[in-house]
């Protein structure tokens, strides 16, 4: 059982930029590939970044291309999403999930709110 635990979210304007972090409990977390969902008010969840944990190659939503990059520290059990140049359309909750393979989610975390004002 690994246990996520996200950070970082908050209030920003336009064009600002955060960094959330996802403590996982296990360091098994670093043979699970790490990624980052959103879910926006009155929308369905929908997939950000992902870092595979295999050959540490990273993908992306077409949205936040060149403006989001995802990371990890094994020796720190933690994934990190910066996010720049943020956007209202940002806004949302952000969850970090530990992927058994790239469509199986094995763990969740609460999620963490980002707002950006305009």
């Known amino acids: 059982q690994v246990h996520l635990v996200e950070s970082g979210g908050g209030l920003v304007q336009a064009g600002g930029s955060l960094r959330l972090s996802c403590a996982a409990s296990?360091?098994?977390?670093?043979?699970?590939?790490a990624n980052w969902f959103r879910q926006a008010p009155g929308k369905e969840r929908e997939f950000v970044a992902a870092h595979n944990w295999w050959d540490g190659s990273t993908s992306y939503a077409d949205s936040v291309k060149g403006r989001f990059t995802i990371s990890r520290d094994n020796a720190k059990n933690t994934a990190y999403l910066q996010m720049n140049s943020l956007r209202p359309e940002d806004t949302a909750v952000y969850y970090c999930?530990?992927?058994?393979?790239?469509?199986?989610?094995?763990?969740w975390g609460q999620g963490t709110q980002v707002t950006v004002s305009s």
């Open positions: 296990e360091r098994t977390f670093s043979r699970y590939n």
């Open positions: 999930a530990a992927g058994a393979s790239r469509t199986t989610m094995a763990y």
